[in-house]
Structures are given as C-alpha cells and as structure tokens.
Nanobody, 120 residues
Framework: QVQLVESGGGLVQPGGSLTLSCAAEGSITTIAAMAWYRQAPGKQRELVATINNSGGTDFADSVKGRFTISLDNAAKTGYLQMRSLKPEDTDVYYC??????????????WGQGTQVTVSS
C-alpha cells in the first residue's frame, strides 16, 4: 500500500522557520509532482506551492520569497521549507503527490496533514 506521511509541523514564533516533510511509503518508482496546500477550519483548502520532477516550481503570492519547495526522489520525499513565518501562516498543511508505481500504477495521494501554528 502506498501512502504519504507528513512530519515537521509544530509551534513557532513569528519570524521563525519550519520544514515540513512528506514521505512516500510503499513501492513506488517516482514522485512525478508534489504540491502543498493549507487549510484553516471552515475555509477552503489553499494551494501553497507546487513542484514537478523537472524542478519547476510555483508559489502562492502570499508565500513567495518565504517558502521553498523541493523534491528528493531518491529519498521518496518532498519538503516545504518555510521561513519568516507569520501568524497568518497558521493552518493545517497537506501534501499531495502524483506518484508512479513500479507497474505503471498511478497514485494521487494526500498526506494526513500537519498543524503549523505561528504564535508568540
């Protein structure tokens, strides 16, 4: 069974940094693309950043210049590096992976979510 497991959330002061990880567990060939979303209670899920396996990236305007997204297919893991964090970055963060399996299976999977709280 293939799944995405997130880690790295927590409490950080304004101006601080956190790195979120999203690891693919199970038998896969490659993570073709990964995206990070965030969602506050009662609000729609917001796209934060995307990356493909050619290294192309895109970011929401609200995080440009502060967040970096990366993908390490050797480690089967994607990362979201967040710096200069603001209270308005407080949300549950979800990763989404587009993944190929060894027999050309295609998976579109979500991580379980990890809470990021920015507060003094």
């Amino acid at each position: 069974q293939v799944q995405l497991v997130e880690s790295g959330g927590g409490l950080v002061q304004p101006g601080g940094s956190l790195t979120l990880s999203c690891a693919a567990e199970g038998s896969i060939t490659t993570i073709a693309a990964m995206a990070w979303y965030r969602q506050a209670p009662g609000k729609q899920r917001e796209l934060v950043a995307t990356i493909n396996n050619s290294g192309g990236t895109d970011f929401a305007d609200s995080v440009k210049g502060r967040f970096t997204i990366s993908l390490d297919n050797a480690a089967k893991t994607g990362y979201l590096q967040m710096r200069s964090l603001k209270p308005e970055d407080t949300d549950v963060y979800y990763c989404n992976g587009k993944i190929y399996g060894p027999h050309l299976e295609w998976y579109d999977l979500w991580g379980q979510g990890t809470q990021v709280t920015v507060s003094s």
